[in-house]
């Protein structure tokens, strides 16, 4: 099951990233969270990804050898990589050193909710993949991945991964306005 998510993560990624220019705005978090910066965008930004490759070296050092570094801005969400790596998020080792890292963890990983506006993105999101011919595609809690290959039945059946990719390449748009952001 794990393959199959990685490579609908992969995919995913690849199309979000394609059709969203736009990235989100924080909240200033990074800032607050690591002493001496310096409230320029360069150095928050610089702060944010040295934290968050803090994190993924201490989530390897502590079993999960998988796990990715973030992108170029600092990047690293609970999201990308449950569904962007072959990281299972749902294993002892993940939860066991995601406790331990926990000091470490940069801002928005775990527990980030979306806005309401990012929600109700994440819904039309939701409705439109469903429109385009991925009937079983759940609704995103606030707090949870938008794309879950494991919640959606048809995936596993022929050609489901083919019906997913392109209702995704058609409905990128919602994606990007409820926060989704990808790699350069």
């Known amino acids: 099951m794990r393959p199959k998510t990685w490579a609908v993560a992969a ?3 690849v199309v979000i990233s394609a059709g969203c220019g736009g990235t989100r705005s924080g909240g200033g978090n990074d800032t607050a969270a690591t002493p001496g910066t310096v409230g320029s965008g360069v150095n928050s930004t610089a702060t944010a990804r040295a934290k968050a490759v803090k994190f993924a070296e201490c989530m390897r050092t502590n079993g999960v050898g998988a796990f990715p570094d973030p992108d ?3 990047a690293l969400t609970i999201d990308a990589v449950a569904n962007g790596s072959s990281v299972d998020t749902s294993s002892a080792a993940f939860k066991q050193a995601v406790s331990t890292c926990k000091d470490l963890e940069p801002s928005g990983f775990t527990g980030h909710e979306r806005s309401p506006q990012e929600q109700k993105a994440a819904l039309e999101f939701a409705q ?13 809690a606030p707090d949870a991945p938008m794309i879950d290959t494991d919640r959606i039945p048809s995936t596993a059946q022929n050609g489901g991964m083919n019906v997913l990719h392109a209702a995704m390449q058609k409905c990128r748009g919602f994606a990007g306005e409820a926060g989704v952001t990808g790699g350069q």
């Open 72 to 74: 170029a801005s600092g």
């Open 11 to 13: 995919l995913a990624m």
């Open 128 to 140: 439109c993949i469903r429109d385009n011919g991925v009937k079983d595609f759940p609704d995103p």
